[in-house]
């Protein structure tokens, strides 16, 4: 990140440094672009292999009752079969063959004293979020195909090496059109899965976010412009969510994110920091679909492929609809009966999607 004169950072200061505040303070770690690009290897690639690697290392099977970890060559496996994004034959196709992956594993051969054995690899440990690798960068340059340049996304979220979380940053207002620059970070995340655009990048994100320091919508890979979603936080109290955003970073932190900043951005920031900062519509978003156990729950549960419709991503409505009846239902009475219950849906609110969910 270069910087010469002072530049308009409105959009920095506004939507992108909110963000990286919420989310370090949340448990990510912070990458720099430079260290990111580094672990990448070339700007073609999205995958970070290595983190991948180290934690697919962490692995063990059982084989006739004795514990293996798995090989260098299980591994090599695991990494050729992520790593092939399959979208020759389009972007949600080969968005859904990696979604597949994600959620069911990556199944390899392993060779136990001459014996071969199918395996099947976790590339997310769903039940134990701390041992998962949550990462989180910005100014992700991205090679288009063709030699058509670099499209660099604000902020990327990494978890065990793979780019799961796209976001666009934009500063809340603009003095020269009207529309909302939530949407101008829409429109970029449209543009950007195009043919000439990165869809190396998109076909491994599972939900897309375009925040502008006050306000916030999501969606996911394929999400036409007008399906894109607000969030309401319904469990998560808002006292939380204002210590989460109040709470000051450590200087370890700061350091990190502010180390290719000058320094009168750094000083500026903390100006900020040292006032009461009250909770946006961009934190709550943050906070409810971002938080490490909220991702890996979103991830798993709450997105599915229609054939008709393409990849779906609830809202929060369905979300909390779907909670609130498996709660209901794991409820017995003295004599084995559940109780039942209603849902109030109005026309549009998503009927089917809720069932399918």
Known sequence: MMYGVRPDTREEAAAK?????????????????????????????????????????SHTFEYKGTTHSLSKAGIDQVLRTISATGISDGLLAGNQAIYRHLTLGVTVTEFIDGHRHSVTVPLIDWQDVSANWFQVTEELSVERPAGKGRYRPDIVCYVNGIP??????????????????VEEGISQHLRNQLGDGIQDLYAYSQLLLSISGVEGRFGTT???????????????????????????????????????????????????????????????????????DRLLEFVRYFIFFDRKKGKMAARYQQVFGIKSMLARIAQRRPDGGREGGVIWHTTGSGKSNLMVL
């Open 222 to 292: 394929n999400t036409a412009g007008k399906f894109w979603s607000l969030w309401r936080e319904e469990e998560i109290a808002a006292e939380d969510i204002q210590n989460i955003r109040s709470t000051s970073l450590s200087e370890a932190q700061i350091s990190a994110v502010f180390a290719d900043r000058p320094d009168w951005a750094r000083k500026d920031y903390e100006a900020l920091q040292a006032g009461p900062v009250l909770a946006t519509e961009q934190d709550r978003m943050l906070v409810g679909l971002l938080r490490p």
């Open 164 to 181: 799961l979380v796209v976001i666009e940053a934009k500063r809340p207002g603009s003095s020269t059109r009207t529309r909302a620059m």
């Open 17 to 57: 440094l909110p963000a990286l505040h919420v989310l370090l303070n949340m448990g990510w770690d912070y990458l720099s672009p430079a260290d990111c690009l580094t672990a990448r290897g070339s700007e073609r690639e999205v995958l970070l292999p290595d983190v991948l690697r180290e934690h697919l290392s």
